[in-house]
């Protein structure tokens, strides 16, 4: 399957990497690079559908406790729409969407 990453969600990877090299240490951030791309194969391997987010044609799946990945799949496209960092706003970040 292909992948696809908005613009936003490739913003929010970098103010990921960014906090988390700034806050916590390089382990914290490879820990969140594998959770990641253990979702990722997950999904690609398109036995699992998630959750719908919201009232939106999303899914969503938990990544961390603190990061939500917002995706659709399209012709075999998996299309990474955004990543929620949770103890924002849930109103904003569903806004965000539309």
Do not use: C
Request: aromatic share 12%.
């Amino acid at each position: 399957m292909k992948i696809n990453f908005s613009d936003e969600s490739l913003a929010d990877l970098r103010n990921i990497e960014k906090y988390l090299l700034e806050k916590w240490n390089d382990k914290i951030y490879d820990d969140f690079l594998t959770k990641f791309a253990e979702i990722i194969e997950i999904i690609s391997a398109g036995n699992v559908v998630f959750q719908k987010y919201e009232n939106t044609d999303y899914h969503k799946i938990l990544i961390t406790k603190h990061n939500t990945l917002i995706y659709t799949i399209e012709n075999n496209v998996l299309k990474i729409i955004k990543i929620l960092q949770n103890f924002q706003d849930p109103d904003n970040n569903y806004e965000s969407l539309k």
